[in-house]
């Protein structure tokens, strides 16, 4: 029995007073008994904590009682032990840091699709299938015939896209992560730079498992996690693969 429940969130939304929200917030997750790392920036709110039912509902209540966070969704994976080892509270001047200003995915990001969606979608041949995450990630698992943009963080990827994808604005394509949030970044840049038909995977690549049967599935290997668990299989089991030496990874980027 997977007794603790691992909740992966985001929302961008601005947040003027998001320092303060800092220390009440921690104290919180001290207090109920929690343990994750929650990103707050100017541009929103980004985290993913671990505990029992109990726990869990007690501080979905908390964070829900900000009027501002009343539609937060939570994304729900399971395990027999908590993959993180305290509560963290951060501020920084972005929720996943891309390193681009005035990208706003509130207003601008890509078409979402459903998992099925997804599924249908990216088996079109004219589709630009491009995995937005880092190369150790890539290694470890990636959808059949996804591009790899090969980059070793996530500040690098806008670059990746004048170097390889400027040409090809009237391109269909489709772009994943782990959770969604990276992709809601990369989508409404892209947009800014004027492409035209951009595409995400909503929720990202552990809601494509949740939903795809893994005999018809079009994910190949395993899904990198920014918790101790390091890996996810297509049943959502954690894994324990072996990585480069020197990989590196942010806990903020989803």
Not at 34 to 56: P, S, W
Not at 190 to 199: D, I, P, S, T
Not at 211 to 235: H, M, T, Y
Request: hydrophobic share 35%.
């Amino acid at each position: 029995m997977k007794d603790i429940i691992i909740a992966s969130f985001y929302k961008f939304i601005p947040l003027n007073d998001f320092e303060s929200l800092r220390e009440p917030m921690l104290t919180k997750m001290h207090e109920i008994g929690i343990k994750g790392t929650i990103i707050l920036a100017h541009e929103g709110v980004n985290g993913g904590f671990a505990g029992n039912r109990e726990q869990m509902n007690v501080f979905f209540d908390y964070l829900r009682s900000d009027s501002r966070f009343a539609d937060l969704h939570f994304k729900e994976t399971y395990d027999n032990k908590n993959p993180f080892d305290k509560a963290k509270v951060k501020l920084r001047k972005e929720i996943v840091t891309m390193g681009v200003q005035k990208v706003d995915p509130s207003y601008n990001a890509g078409t979402y699709l459903s998992p099925e969606e997804w599924h249908q979608f990216i088996q079109d041949p004219n589709v630009i299938l491009l995995d937005t995450r880092n190369d150790y990630e890539y290694e470890l698992g990636t959808f059949k015939n996804a591009i790899n943009p090969d980059i070793e963080n996530f500040r690098e990827f806008p670059d990746y896209v004048q170097r390889n994808l400027i040409d090809k604005k009237d391109k269909k394509i489709a772009m994943f992560c782990t959770g969604g949030i990276r992709c809601e970044k990369t989508t409404a840049y892209m947009k800014e730079l004027g492409f035209q038909h951009v595409y995400q995977l909503h929720d990202g690549i552990l809601n494509y498992l949740e939903s795809i049967p893994e005999n018809e599935s079009l994910w190949e290997g395993k899904c990198f996690v920014f918790d101790d668990r390091v890996a996810v299989d297509q049943k959502l089991d954690r894994v324990y693969p072996q990585l480069p030496q020197d990989y590196k990874y942010e806990r903020e980027q989803k």
